[in-house]
């Protein structure tokens, strides 16, 4: 067993519960949500449940098929939704203690000003209707939509990209990789904008502040372990301007989630008839 795959229910789930306030433990008694709990149930079962439904957006009656399947939780749909409705004092300790310990206030002083962006596709009715793109924006946390477009799927200017919004000065948006677009970046950040955005390695380029390419691959292969993290400072070039200063951040997944993601891709691969590059 010990060359076997990697255990992902067990992996995961410590390297999550290194990120909980020490005292988890003790908010869930204090809070009550551990009143009726059956002697041979944890509270760390319980929570992992609450987090299966919460965390991974699967249905009530969905988390209690894998509930049982892992063998944490014996319960039905109507009596998971009665936990979680009694668990909502708890759960809301524990966010407001991770905001605590960096330093950070789950309560902003003024209006909101992060942005999460992003965009979907939707189709007509029948087989042969159109498809659109919606390019939309949310605001956090009051996750009132405060922008949204609708494009053709295809031609030029149509795809996801931050040229699809407008931003004000002290804007903080969070995207993801479909957004890491060099140019678009910069015309963001010119508005006044400060971005979050997953790093795409094939649309963006990086290099040193000396101007020489970055060592991607070389960097990440120094995260040895779990959750260890790091950050750098690196360029971004620019057409004619001067490049953007940027913060390039990682954290090592586990070795569970290394192998899904690189199943993922194979499959993609697969599917569209091209080959995954060794740094994949």
């Known amino acids: 067993m010990e060359n076997g795959p990697p255990n992902a229910l067990a992996e995961d789930w410590e390297l999550l519960k290194s990120f909980f306030p020490s005292d988890w ?3 869930a008694e204090a809070s009550g949500a551990l009143r009726g709990l059956r002697q041979d149930k944890s509270a760390e079962s319980y929570l992992r449940v609450l987090l299966m439904h919460l965390g991974c957006g699967f249905s009530l009656r969905e988390t209690i098929v894998r509930a049982q399947q892992a063998q944490l939780a014996d319960l039905s749909d ?15 300790q524990l966010c407001c203690s991770l905001f605590a310990e960096r330093a950070l206030s789950a309560f902003p002083s ?10 979907s596709l939707v189709s007509e009715p029948g087989k042969t209707g159109s498809q659109w793109r919606v390019h939309y924006s949310l605001r956090w946390p009051s996750l009132e939509c ?44 010119r508005q ?12 963006i380029r990086l290099q040193t502040p000396g101007g020489d390419p ?13 959750g260890r993290t790091a950050e750098w400072d690196v ?17 090592r997944k586990s070795a569970a989630a290394i192998m899904l993601a690189q199943k993922k891709l194979r499959r993609k691969a697969r599917k569209e008839g091209c080959n995954c590059s060794r740094r994949a």
């Open 146 to 189: 405060d922008y949204f477009k609708l494009t053709p799927v295809e031609g030029p200017g149509h795809g996801e990209s931050l040229y699809q919004f407008t931003f004000a000065p002290g804007d903080l948006v969070l995207a993801d990789r479909g957004y890491c677009h060099a140019q678009a970046m910069g015309q963001a950040t």
């Open 78 to 92: 109507v009596a998971l939704l009665k936990r979680l409705r009694k668990s909502r004092p708890w759960l809301r």
């Open 110 to 119: 003024g209006p909101p000003c992060w942005r999460l962006i992003d965009g």
């Open 25 to 27: 433990r003790e908010q």
């Open 192 to 203: 006044g904008a400060f971005l979050t955005v997953r790093l795409n390695p094939q649309g």
């Open 235 to 251: 360029r971004i070039p620019l057409p004619g301007q001067a490049p953007l200063r940027v913060r390039l951040c990682a954290v």
């Open 214 to 226: 970055y060592p991607l691959v070389h960097q990440l292969q120094s995260l040895q372990g779990a």
